[in-house]
Nanobody, 118 residues
Framework: QVQLVESGGGLVQAGGSLRLSCVAS????????MGWYRQAPGKQRELVAS???????NYADSVKGRCTISRDNAKNTVYLQMNSLKPEDTAVYYC????????????WGQGTQGTVAS
């Protein structure tokens, strides 16, 4: 069993920043990719950013240049630094990890709310 605990959400003004963290614990041997999705009210969940075990990153077009994803493998932790936030960034942010097992399995966090006030 793997548990993911997110933190760092909150309420900020437009133009502000949030730094989200997600710590994975439990029966973890190795982790492949880690990342963040978000889901705004009335919208589908969308990928925000991902990072491979080798450090390669991928970002949604909507956050490129404003967000940075990073990870600390020793701590099984993934971070999402979000700057120049816009009201449309308001969403519940979910982290995930892809475990290096067979068959592949993705574990999800419970979500953390990020709200950007205009």
């Amino acid at each position: 069993q793997v548990q993911l605990v997110e933190s760092g959400g909150g309420l900020v003004q437009a133009g502000g920043s949030l730094r989200l963290s997600c710590v994975a614990s439990g029966n973890i041997f190795s982790i492949n990719a880690m990342g963040w999705y978000r889901q705004a009210p009335g919208k589908q969940r969308e990928l925000v950013a991902s990072i491979t075990s080798g450090g390669s990153t991928n970002y949604a077009d909507s956050v490129k240049g404003r967000c940075t994803i990073s990870r600390d493998n020793a701590k099984n932790t993934v971070y999402l630094q979000m700057n120049s936030l816009k009201p449309e960034d308001t969403a519940v942010y979910y982290c995930y990890v892809d475990l290096a097992i067979w068959p592949p399995r993705r574990s999800w966090g419970q979500g953390t709310q990020g709200t950007v006030a205009s």
